[in-house]
């Protein structure tokens, strides 16, 4: 038996180790929710009166500002120190975040030439692509691009009782893929619209893997992202414990591209396996088994790639036309960089003959971009806007 002192010093600890993990339990659950809110303000400026761009460039701002102020706070908190270094310089680039929904909660006219918005912002820290509301939101603020999908199917087995061998085309990959995207809230152009201007030559070319007749194609249609590959189903014979079973195995390869650069998104591929007696039927189920696991994977990256381009800057190409000298382009290149807020570098890709192509990190949208730099001068040329897409501005330097 212990002494009485013993006793009570005994369920004074004890009480003490259930209080403390009752409250380390509690902050876990805190955390494992990984959302907080955050007020944050935004500045827009005021070109040629335009009151709603500027009011939608405040907002896009605020919401940086309240993705960057709560990654800092994470990061603040949960700085990795070993030997008193910090072991991990980086971290801030590799933390993922995203606006789940907003409100604005004051704005005003802060003079002639700014407008301010301040939005108080749910903030996550976890993956988007199971928050509906998060894609919603994040989807609005791409100007809600439109998908396309063209996957070249075969399902190839043998033909039970016969020594003959079948090849059928099916479209089991695009349905699945659609059905799979269109649930979480992405929007698709209308399929007879595709067939009716996809002609034999184009298809091959787009499924041979021709990035730039994909891209082309999908522009003429009105889709700002294609989504294309390949989906093949065989069948094999496996024995298992003795006996043997048909089984069909597809493969399943896609990637999704830019309409209007032609840059690649984001690229998966996957397998799928279901054991049948009738190939068609177990091929057609392996092919859709692969195309769910592909249109997640696939999902998750275009939307982290659409998160960092609204978060911290998307990629812009510029093709300007009448950049006559090296001079000419050299001045064009300071003047983005000094002369238009917000452009965070400027990369050139070409220059032949009068015309230029140029890739800026900016943190705003094609259009907004190009509103805000047509009819601006630069070394006595005036910058006219002639063009625009998701992704891309054509411009035109006018002496």
């Known amino acids: ?59 896009n701002e605020a919401l940086r500002r309240s993705i960057e102020q709560t990654l800092g706070m994470l990061i603040e908190s949960e700085t990795l120190v070993k030997n008193f270094q910090v072991i991990d310089d980086n971290i801030m680039s590799k933390t993922k975040g995203y606006v789940k929904n907003y409100e604005v ?37 791409k100007n809600t691009p439109r998908m396309m999908v063209i996957i070249d199917e075969q399902n190839i087995g043998e033909v039970p009782g016969t020594y003959s061998y079948f090849n059928t085309d099916m479209n089991t990959a695009e349905n699945t893929i659609m059905n799979d995207f269109m ?16 002609d034999r030559q184009k298809a091959a070319a787009i499924l041979q893997g021709n990035v730039a007749e994909a891209a082309s194609f999908a522009r003429a249609v009105g889709a700002e992202v294609i989504i294309t590959g390949k989906a093949v189903a065989k069948a094999t014979v496996v024995e298992a414990f003795g006996a043997k079973q048909r089984s069909q195995q597809a493969t399943v390869s896609l990637k999704a591209i830019r309409s209007d650069t032609g840059h690649i998104l984001g690229s998966s591929v996957a397998n799928g396996a279901y054991p049948h007696i009738d190939d068609v039927v177990g091929g057609t189920k392996a092919i859709e088994k692969a195309s769910h696991i592909v249109a997640k994977d696939l999902m998750k990256k275009i939307l982290d790639q659409w998160q960092k381009d609204v978060s911290s800057g998307s990629i812009i190409v510029l093709n300007v036309r009448n950049v006559q000298t090296l001079s000419d382009l050299n001045r064009f290149k300071r003047y983005l960089q000094s002369g238009i807020r917000g452009v965070k570098s400027v990369n050139q890709r070409d220059w032949y003959n009068g015309f230029a192509v140029l890739e800026i990190v900016v943190p705003q949208t094609a259009d907004k971009f190009a509103e805000t730099i047509d009819g601006k001068i630069v070394s006595g040329a005036t910058i006219k806007v002639t063009g625009i897409t998701q992704n891309a501005v054509s411009l035109r330097l006018i002496k």
């Open 1 to 59: 038996m212990w002494p009485a002192k013993n006793k009570s010093l005994f369920f004074i600890v004890l009480l003490c180790t259930v209080i403390f993990s009752v409250q380390t339990f509690a902050q876990i659950n805190d955390t494992s929710q990984d959302e907080k809110s955050v007020v944050a303000t935004g500045i827009g400026s005021i070109v040629e009166n335009n009151i709603p761009l500027a009011r939608d460039n405040a907002i």
């Open 105 to 141: 909660i004051r704005e005003r006219k802060r003079d002639e030439y700014t407008y301010e918005v301040t939005v108080r912002a749910t903030v996550k820290t976890a993956d988007i692509e199971s928050d509906l509301e998060a894609i919603a939101t994040l989807l609005r603020r």
């Open 183 to 198: 649930s979480k809230g992405f929007t698709f152009v209308d399929k007879t619209t595709v067939e009716r201007n996809l």
